[in-house]
């Protein structure tokens, strides 16, 4: 008889989102050689084995919201391998817009794409079970597990964690009136709506750009003479972008909600097992953007350290959230997902630097990192760093006139990174 888990707060909270997003996070990579596809495979089976979440389907009946653990599952469930004669890092893309659905048996899945010279591997993971920070973590579990085969043929010591996935335990070492400060819902009262070109939905689609090494190395350098950060760099330039797009008014109020990773608060700072440990934090410019690049960055820049300086940051009513979420029934939580999807402002997430992801003797030449597939009104940029190379990418149903909107905003943000690099 299957094994049921009883689904907690993280799960249900993206479930909630699953017909505004497709609640799915992928990683597309290209690499200068060829992958074995049975190593490849062996090595996506066994990270899914090593985590009961991985291979378990999600159900939300009867019971209320819960999980079967699956003990048997065919290959073809987590793995496919497609020989082309075109480029695969193109079909990789492709492959990773397909979702990973909540009630399949795998809750992680690989494509493997080569030609005659190279090879595309496209990574994506339910969102249901981990958020940025996991979904990296799983990427370079897959190299270790690769890399185990490749050298001994067994996998059989990699390590992934599978303890708790509660989301609470971010605030289950604070005091009460810390817990009790957090009861309050977050708003920063300003929402900024990207201007898509009408509501229709259109296709799933990609666009990204990436930013070359040396001038993120070089903007990075200015930055933190001025106090900033690459993430504060990165805020900056989809203000100031987002400002110059039709319609918009750059001297109006406008908030871009950024994310971060609430694993510091954990026990040993890291959380169990897998999950959802994302908190929010909105930034706002009330008057929107200043006289020019610096001047932005400023005022970001000091909204960013004070979130550090607060070590309470990213948590603003979330004890209030997790309770909800916890005791009252799906079905009517999923009447109000839609109405707090639709207060949603722009979006940034940066997973930073993505290491420790050679295949064997394979080193990424090239990489993307996709968050879930938005539907209007949403729009988040993300945005990860691959041996220095920055690259931000936007993932979404959208119409082609919405896809040129779209790529004029990702161009026009890394205009802005290599200005400010050349001191301009």
Not at 38 to 50: E, T
Not at 79 to 86: A, D, S, V
Not at 359 to 383: D, H, I, R, W, Y
Request: overall charge negative.
């Amino acid at each position: 008889m299957s094994k049921i888990m009883f689904a907690g707060t993280g799960e249900k909270l993206q479930y909630l989102l699953h017909e505004h997003n497709d609640n799915t996070i992928r990683f597309v990579l290209r690499y200068p050689g060829l992958i074995d596809p049975d190593l490849m495979c062996a090595a996506v089976k066994a990270l899914i084995q090593k985590s009961d979440i991985l291979h378990s389907s999600f159900h939300n009946d009867a019971l209320n919201a819960h999980w079967i653990i699956q003990e048997e599952y065919d290959d073809s469930c987590f793995f496919q391998y497609i020989r082309t004669e075109g480029d695969p890092y193109v079909t990789a893309q492709s492959l990773a817009l397909l979702p990973v659905l909540p009630e399949g048996p795998a809750q992680l899945r690989c494509y493997l794409v080569q030609n005659e010279k190279q090879s595309a591997v496209a990574l994506t993971i339910s969102h249901l079970c981990v958020d940025g920070g996991d979904g990296k973590y799983l990427l370079s579990k897959l190299a270790e597990s690769y890399g185990m085969l490749a050298e001994t043929g067994c996998a059989d010591e990699l390590t992934i964690k599978n303890g708790s996935r509660a989301p609470e335990q971010i605030y289950e070492g604070l005091k009460l009136k810390e817990i009790l400060s957090l009861l309050k819902i977050q708003d920063n009262g300003v929402k900024s709506e990207f201007p898509f070109a009408d509501q229709n939905l259109g296709r799933r689609n990609m666009v990204y750009m990436t930013i070359p090494a040396d001038v993120m190395a070089a903007a990075r350098r200015r930055a933190k003479a001025a106090g900033a950060t690459v993430n504060d760099l990165l805020l900056t330039a989809l203000y100031e972008a987002y400002a110059a797009m039709p319609g918009v008014d750059a001297d109006a109020p406008m908030s871009v909600m950024s994310m971060i990773d609430l694993r510091r608060h954990c026990s040993d700072g890291e959380s169990e097992g897998l999950g959802n440990m994302s908190g929010t934090f909105p930034t706002k410019l009330m008057e929107g953007i200043g006289e020019d690049f610096s001047a932005t960055l400023c005022q970001v820049a000091e909204q960013t350290r004070q979130m550090k300086e607060n070590p309470l940051a990213g948590m603003d009513s979330l004890p209030l959230i997790h309770g909800v979420v916890r005791t009252m029934p799906m079905k009517l939580l999923t009447l109000v997902a839609g109405k707090v999807y639709g207060s949603f402002s722009l979006g940034l997430t940066n997973l930073g630097s993505i290491d420790n992801i050679a295949l064997g003797n394979l080193v990424p030449t090239e990489g993307l990192f996709g968050g879930p597939l938005k539907k209007k009104p949403g729009m988040q940029v993300s945005a990860a760093s691959f041996d220095g190379t920055c690259s931000l990418c936007v993932v979404g149903q959208y119409t082609d006139a919405d896809t040129v909107l779209l790529r004029t905003l990702l161009d026009k943000m890394a205009n802005q990174i290599v200005a400010y690099a050349n001191g301009i």
